[in-house]
């Protein structure tokens, strides 16, 4: 494959991409794996605006030149006095990419407005692309690898983004819940936390609407520091699960979890910090650490009376 040689490394090869002045072949992918491996290796000390650069590139509007060709092709063949022509033009009419032609348009559209999504929902960012990929008949191949590599790069900066087990355990039980719920919330279920409404054995209830029917999921939520999560803990949780006849069951614990405990039920999944890291990186945004104030905010805003009533509640109790 030919590539220009106007270029000896990633750095040198980006800076062309980004100045536009000269022709750079590949542009819409990077050139070499090895770079791209390099670059997911170091991913962490590069910042959000450059990697948004980065996927700039990668995603950006393209017509290459068979696109043009291929298009003048079609209203030869439109304008043919030979009916066979005219009647094989109107099938390749189908194409979006011609229509978008005629309109002036870019032969394949951008898909730089996946960018709006990043940091706070890379895990949407990453399903458009899936998406457009699976929906996209023909693509060329470098955008085909381009997107590829934008979905590698994606992961690599905003899902498996290390956290500290910290964030979590300087907050209260009840604002760990509440982060639980966002995180429910944010993947389309729809939740009670029933602390609020004092109904025993789990902490969140979420349910969703899928295909097959209503799946419907009870969450428990262990905020350890040091404390192991036990047998017994998890047994009673199963119990609850069968008594109320739902889905599964899912436990996040921030403590340490054996494989032994793990492997326990298979309708229970069990979630520790490297588990609950990736997956509010993934639904929260990788930024998830600097927004905690504002998300157990608005819990607190939406449950604060219902709190209170609660806390006198126990408090007569006792």
């Given at each position: 494959?030919?590539?220009?040689?106007?270029?000896?490394?990633?750095?040198?090869?980006?800076?062309?991409?980004?100045?536009?002045?000269?022709?750079?072949?590949?542009?819409?992918?990077?050139?070499?794996?090895?770079?791209?491996?390099?670059?997911?290796?170091?991913?962490?000390?590069?910042?959000?605006?450059?990697?948004?650069?980065?996927?700039?590139?990668?995603?950006?509007?393209?017509?290459?030149?068979?696109?043009?060709?291929?298009?003048?092709?079609?209203?030869?063949?439109?304008?043919?006095?030979?009916?066979?022509?005219?009647?094989?033009?109107?099938?390749?009419?189908?194409s979006e990419r011609y229509k978008r032609?005629?309109?002036?348009?870019?032969?394949?559209?951008?898909?730089?407005w996946i960018l709006e999504l990043l940091?706070?929902?890379?895990?949407?960012?990453?399903?458009?692309?899936?998406?457009?990929?699976?929906?996209?008949?023909?693509?060329?191949?470098?955008?085909?690898?381009?997107?590829?590599?934008?979905?590698?790069?994606?992961?690599?900066?905003?899902?498996?983004?290390?956290?500290?087990?910290?964030?979590?355990?300087?907050?209260?039980?009840?604002?760990?819940?509440?982060?639980?719920?966002?995180?429910?919330?944010?993947?389309?279920?729809?939740?009670?936390?029933?602390?609020?409404?004092?109904?025993?054995?789990?902490?969140?209830?979420?349910?969703?609407?899928?295909?097959?029917?209503?799946?419907?999921?009870?969450?428990?939520?262990?905020?350890?520091?040091?404390?192991?999560?036990?047998?017994?803990?998890?047994?009673?949780?199963?119990?609850?699960?069968?008594?109320?006849?739902?889905?599964?069951?899912?436990?996040?614990?921030?403590?340490?979890?054996?494989?032994?405990?793990?492997?326990?039920?298979?309708?229970?999944?069990?979630?520790?910090?490297?588990?609950?890291?990736?997956?509010?990186?993934?639904?929260?945004?990788?930024?998830?650490?600097?927004?905690?104030?504002?998300?157990?905010?608005?819990?607190?805003?939406?449950?604060?009376?219902?709190?209170?009533?609660?806390?006198?509640?126990?408090?007569?109790?006792?």
């Open positions: 494959m030919y590539y220009t040689d106007n270029y000896n490394t990633f750095d040198e090869w980006l800076d062309l991409v980004l100045c536009g002045k000269e022709q750079v072949y590949p542009s819409l992918r990077i050139p070499y794996n090895e770079w791209v491996e390099e670059l997911i290796e170091g991913i962490e000390n590069k910042s959000t605006d450059y990697v948004k650069e980065l996927l700039r590139c990668l995603l950006c509007p393209i017509t290459r030149g068979i696109d043009v060709s291929d298009y003048k092709t079609f209203l030869l063949l439109k304008d043919s006095d030979n009916e066979a022509h005219r009647d094989f033009a109107k099938d390749m009419f189908h032609l005629e309109n002036g348009q870019d032969a394949w559209e951008g898909l730089t940091p706070h929902s890379p895990y949407k960012a990453i399903r458009a692309l899936e998406s457009y990929i699976y929906s996209q008949p023909n693509l060329p191949d470098d955008r085909i690898y381009g997107v590829d590599q934008s979905i590698q790069i994606i992961v690599a900066k905003f899902i498996h983004f290390e956290n500290s087990l910290e964030h979590l355990t300087n907050l209260k039980s009840v604002e760990f819940e509440w982060l639980i719920e966002n995180l429910y919330e944010s993947m389309g279920y729809e939740t009670v936390w029933t602390t609020a409404t004092r109904d025993g054995g789990k902490d969140v209830i979420a349910k969703i609407e899928r295909t097959d029917g209503e799946e419907q999921v009870y969450v428990e939520c262990k905020l350890y520091k040091t404390t192991k999560l036990d047998l017994t803990t998890v047994r009673a949780f199963r119990d609850v699960i069968l008594e109320n006849k739902v889905n599964r069951g899912v436990i996040f614990c921030t403590g340490y979890v054996n494989d032994n405990i793990r492997n326990f039920d298979k309708r229970i999944q069990i979630w520790t910090f490297e588990d609950i890291n990736v997956l509010f990186n993934a639904h929260l945004g990788s930024d998830w650490v600097y927004r905690l104030d504002i998300l157990i905010a608005n819990k607190r805003k939406k449950y604060g009376k219902q709190q209170q009533s609660i806390s006198k509640h126990l408090t007569h109790e006792k």
